[in-house]
């Protein structure tokens, strides 16, 4: 892959880890490993009416949890897949599928950055079942 398409793919998925950092802020803290994050419990005001308004709330709190929950892993799994594609470019490995270590087509790198494997590849995998 010619320099200048690598230097372009990689300002793309800088650009992409920043916004997904400040995505994951919104849903999530840092955890105690690199590149780990927790999800954080939404606290909704106090409602100072009947206790059923309180269950209503509590009931409410567990739903948003459960959505930042599952923003938080979505979030996280691409943060992963985009800062092992920029460690590729740093290693010179990127655009080299991981299985089979042929070139990923430029198209497919222009349509997903962090693509880590060649079409080929990548049906292989999903037919196993692995999302990797």
């Known amino acids: ?43 909704f005001e106090a409602v100072e009416t009947s206790s059923h308004s309180a269950q209503d709330e509590e009931a409410d709190e567990v739903e948003e949890y459960e959505v930042r929950l599952a923003t938080e892993r979505s979030l996280e799994n691409r943060l992963l897949e ?27 790198l222009q349509a997903n950055p962090a693509a880590a494997y060649d079409m080929e590849c990548s049906a292989t995998d999903i037919a196993r079942g692995s999302t990797a």
Do not use: N
């Not at 880890?17 to 939404?42: H, N």
């Not at 599928?97 to 198209?107: E, N, R, V």
């Open 82 to 108: 985009v800062t092992h594609a920029l460690e590729r470019i740093g290693t010179d490995t990127y655009g080299m599928c991981l299985t089979c270590h042929k070139p990923i087509p430029p198209a497919r």
């Open 1 to 43: 892959m010619d320099p200048k398409t690598t230097a372009l793919l990689k300002k793309a998925l800088e650009d992409e880890q920043i916004r997904l950092v400040t995505d994951l802020k919104s849903v999530a803290r840092p955890g105690a490993k690199p590149g780990e994050w927790e999800t954080t419990y939404p606290q």
